[in-house]
């Protein structure tokens, strides 16, 4: 017999069908015993009288005839919820060892040290693993809008000759007998390709020693990035726009039910996004709150969450584009305004009052870019490869990134990043935490 998917039972009422999956949860009513079944597909309700020893998040094989369900036992919430299977024999595939917490209920109700040390399971809650469906529809969004803007998709190197980003946040390797660093993001990847495709997207991982443990930063993300040759600041900023409302909006309209679940309101990315410089931002919260923060180089989190106020409150947007940052707080590659080279053409574009995205416009004459390295205390030896694409026809570009993980944490409300990464690092875990490293023997 060959094997059908959960949610194609509601078209084989009355006849005999083989499905797969892992037991959700077993009910012992005496005689008659319930078990729920999940597959790649969805949920049914699996009844019978006489089952071999079956344990929650075993792995087994059903064969069994499908019924209607009586109308007041119908589980609206399943899309096989108006079906059971009345079971015939239930084939143990693999039996799971006793689990270490309830993996019944519909919410965990687990802390995260604890969602995280159990991580293969936890994962496989259909709340927490739809995360991941979200996460994956981000990527898709990203992908059609990089799409239409005419990138090609490439995919660049995690070991790199040179640190990007500046700073003491690099995670250093021995390669062979020599030095390498972690990318701490694919920037001069994505910078070196545009001569060669003029536009290009990438996914990538970025390793960043963060020295802190936030809500909001990883050791290791995965970012979205775009890369545009022949553009000036405004077309970045239109790029980026439409890139960010695109791959929301996309999410959005394709799992309307998982944002339910979690309680989320639609994101509001439909209307005009606000455009405001740093300077801007911080002039409007001292109006708005009375702090004064108009002396500070960048804008602190508190900062970020009263422009997302701000924004949904005088423009009905969860998006807004925060511009012209101070040189000196950029990367090297970052163009100072001409008009002003004490700030940059750069923006950060804020998602519900977090950063989601950064980017620039870039310093694309080789000269000024030699010297940029130099100005920042760094060798223009180490850049050689990055250099050389600048020797040869550059043209003016520019570009952005997005975080993957920061996207899912907002879309969906999540209160730590950690939840939106499939397995976290961060400073005190790789896998476990480093405080109780334990492999038990089962
Ligand atoms: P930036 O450093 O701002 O810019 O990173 C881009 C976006 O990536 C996400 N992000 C992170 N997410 C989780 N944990 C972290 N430690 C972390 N660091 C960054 C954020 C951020 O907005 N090369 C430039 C981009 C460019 O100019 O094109 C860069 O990496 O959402």
């Given at each position: 017999m060959k094997r059908i998917l959960i949610i194609k039972t509601p078209q084989k009422i009355g006849k005999k069908v083989l499905i797969c999956g892992w037991i959700v949860n077993i009910r012992d009513h005496g005689k008659i015993k319930f078990f729920d079944?999940?597959?790649?597909?969805?949920?049914?309700?699996?009844?019978?009288?006489?089952?071999?020893?079956?344990?929650?998040?075993?792995?087994?094989?059903?064969?069994?005839?499908?019924?209607?369900?009586?109308?007041?036992?119908?589980?609206?919430?399943i899309d096989a919820g108006w079906v059971e299977i009345q079971v015939e024999k239930v084939k143990v595939l693999s039996l799971a060892k006793e689990l270490?917490?309830?993996m019944g209920k519909e919410d965990l109700g687990l802390t995260l040290p604890t969602l995280l040390d159990y991580r293969t399971i936890s994962l496989r809650n259909i709340k927490i693993s739809?995360?991941?469906?979200?996460?994956?529809?981000?990527?898709?969004?990203?992908r059609q809008a990089s799409k239409k803007l005419g990138c090609t998709e490439i995919f660049t190197p995690t070991i790199s000759?040179?640190?990007?980003?500046?700073?003491?946040?690099?995670?250093?390797?021995?390669?062979?007998?020599?030095?390498?660093?972690?990318?701490?993001?694919?920037?001069?990847?994505?910078?070196?390709?545009?001569?060669?495709?003029?536009?290009?997207?990438?996914?990538?991982?970025?390793?960043?020693?963060?020295?802190?443990?936030?809500?909001?930063?990883?050791?290791?993300?995965?970012?979205?990035?775009?890369?545009?040759?022949?553009?000036?600041?405004?077309?970045?900023?239109?790029?980026?726009?439409?890139?960010?409302?695109?791959?929301?909006?996309?999410?959005?309209?394709k799992y309307p039910q998982i944002l339910k679940e979690y309680g989320v309101e639609n994101p509001r990315v439909d209307g005009k996004i606000p455009r405001i410089?740093?300077?801007?931002?911080?002039?409007?919260?001292?109006?708005?709150?009375?702090?004064?923060?108009?002396?500070?180089?960048d804008l602190a989190p508190?900062?970020?969450?009263?422009?997302?106020?701000?924004?949904?409150?005088?423009?009905?947007?969860?998006?807004?584009?925060?511009?012209?940052?101070?040189?000196?707080?950029?990367?090297?590659?970052?163009?100072?305004?001409?008009?002003?080279?004490?700030y940059s053409l750069s923006y950060d574009l804020l998602f519900k009052g977090v950063e989601i995205l950064s980017g620039s416009q870039r310093i694309s004459n080789y000269d000024d870019l030699v010297d940029a390295i130099r100005g920042r205390g760094?060798?223009?030896?180490?850049?050689?490869?990055?250099?050389?694409a600048f020797e040869y026809g550059m043209p003016p570009e520019g570009g952005f990134s997005f975080g993957l993980e920061r996207i899912t944490m907002l879309i969906l409300g999540l209160s730590n990043i950690r939840e939106a990464s499939l397995f976290p690092r961060d400073m005190e875990r790789v896998d476990f935490r480093f405080s109780e490293k334990r492999i038990k023997k089962s």
């Amino acid at each position: 017999m060959k094997r059908i998917l959960i949610i194609k039972t509601p078209q084989k009422i009355g006849k005999k069908v083989l499905i797969c999956g892992w037991i959700v949860n077993i009910r012992d009513h005496g005689k008659i015993k319930f078990f729920d079944l999940r597959d790649r597909s969805g949920v049914v309700q699996c009844v019978g009288t006489n089952f071999p020893k079956l344990t929650p998040q075993s792995a087994v094989e059903v064969v069994g005839i499908v019924s209607e369900r009586p109308e007041n036992m119908v589980n609206e919430k399943i899309d096989a919820g108006w079906v059971e299977i009345q079971v015939e024999k239930v084939k143990v595939l693999s039996l799971a060892k006793e689990l270490p917490f309830d993996m019944g209920k519909e919410d965990l109700g687990l802390t995260l040290p604890t969602l995280l040390d159990y991580r293969t399971i936890s994962l496989r809650n259909i709340k927490i693993s739809n995360i991941f469906k979200v996460q994956e529809a981000i990527m898709e969004g990203f992908r059609q809008a990089s799409k239409k803007l005419g990138c090609t998709e490439i995919f660049t190197p995690t070991i790199s000759a040179s640190s990007t980003e500046g700073g003491a946040e690099v995670f250093r390797v021995k390669y062979y007998e020599h030095n390498a660093f972690l990318v701490q993001s694919p920037q001069l990847y994505k910078q070196m390709m545009v001569p060669v495709f003029e536009r290009v997207y990438l996914v990538s991982h970025a390793y960043r020693m963060e020295p802190s443990v936030t809500t909001r930063h990883l050791s290791e993300s995965i970012q979205l990035d775009c890369e545009l040759g022949f553009v000036n600041f405004e077309e970045l900023l239109d790029a980026l726009e439409f890139v960010g409302k695109y791959t929301i909006g996309f999410v959005a309209s394709k799992y309307p039910q998982i944002l339910k679940e979690y309680g989320v309101e639609n994101p509001r990315v439909d209307g005009k996004i606000p455009r405001i410089t740093m300077r801007e931002a911080q002039r409007i919260i001292l109006e708005r709150t009375g702090i004064d923060h108009t002396k500070e180089d960048d804008l602190a989190p508190e900062d970020e969450r009263e422009i997302g106020k701000w924004a949904q409150e005088e423009y009905n947007s969860d998006l807004v584009t925060v511009t012209h940052y101070p040189t000196k707080k950029r990367a090297f590659y970052t163009l100072p305004d001409p008009t002003d080279p004490k700030y940059s053409l750069s923006y950060d574009l804020l998602f519900k009052g977090v950063e989601i995205l950064s980017g620039s416009q870039r310093i694309s004459n080789y000269d000024d870019l030699v010297d940029a390295i130099r100005g920042r205390g760094m060798d223009p030896e180490n850049f050689k490869m990055y250099l050389q694409a600048f020797e040869y026809g550059m043209p003016p570009e520019g570009g952005f990134s997005f975080g993957l993980e920061r996207i899912t944490m907002l879309i969906l409300g999540l209160s730590n990043i950690r939840e939106a990464s499939l397995f976290p690092r961060d400073m005190e875990r790789v896998d476990f935490r480093f405080s109780e490293k334990r492999i038990k023997k089962s």
